[in-house]
């Protein structure tokens, strides 16, 4: 297992983490080569769009290379080393693992939360739009899964989901929220749920964005 994060644009400190003997790296992808963090490896990576979630989320659409990793956005702060047996112990029967969303179950109304409580961050994306082309493409989607942090496993369907997921982020919009219950079924993937949710997990604690200035 691998456990790496994606921190671009000034966003974000690098958050301390348990000790795990069976995670072979902890790895943490940046633009900034004075973010630092005991216990992290930082692989300086430049920036490859000039949004910084764009940049954060080309990463964490593709992952290091390994047979499995989980993903950890630099908004959480993992506090119980159990989080990774959990974790692991879910992908040995599924393909990924995913903490369902706190409030909605689809993404239609993802879609307009979005606009609504977050629109400085989701402000003038076309979310409703890019929900319309899923739904007459393949009817309604029901299902909503919080992406902030979870873990899979690198077979080749899942890789070449995690491309279509990137490419759908840069072409319609980076809520990608909205595009992964259509991609998980688009590729055929099985997802095991991890207990709890974003906001009530007892192995990490979700602290929202913040700008390191």
């Known amino acids: 297992m691998i456990v790496y994060t994606s921190i671009y644009g000034g966003y974000d400190p690098l958050r301390p983490h348990p000790h795990h003997p069976d995670v072979k790296a902890w790895l943490c992808y940046t633009d900034d080569p004075t973010l630092t963090c005991p216990g992290w490896e930082t692989i300086v ?19 290091p290379e390994s047979d499995r990793s989980l993903w950890i956005d630099g908004s959480v702060q993992l506090a119980d080393p159990a989080y990774i047996e959990v974790v692991g112990g879910l992908l040995d029967t599924a393909d990924m693992a995913f903490v369902p969303h706190p409030d909605r179950d689809n993404i239609r109304d993802e879609a307009a939360a979005s606009l609504a409580i977050a629109a400085s ?3 003038g994306l076309d979310v409703h739009g890019q929900v319309d082309r899923y739904e007459a493409r393949k009817g309604p989607e029901r ?6 942090t979870f873990g899979r496993n690198h077979t080749t ?3 070449q989901m995690g491309a279509a997921w990137m490419a759908h982020c840069d072409l319609l ?3 990608d929220q909205l595009s992964l219950p259509v991609l998980i079924d688009d ?10 949710n974003l906001t009530n997990s007892p192995w990490f604690r979700w602290c929202g964005h913040h700008r390191r200035d």
């Open 173 to 175: 919009t980076y809520q």
């Open 143 to 148: 299902g909503l899964w919080a992406s902030t």
């Open 121 to 123: 961050k989701y402000g």
């Open 157 to 159: 369907a899942v890789l």
């Open 45 to 63: 990576e430049p920036a490859r769009y000039a949004h910084p979630r764009l940049s954060a989320k080309w990463r964490k659409c593709h992952p």
């Open 187 to 196: 590729y055929g993937l099985t997802v095991a749920t991890i207990p709890g």
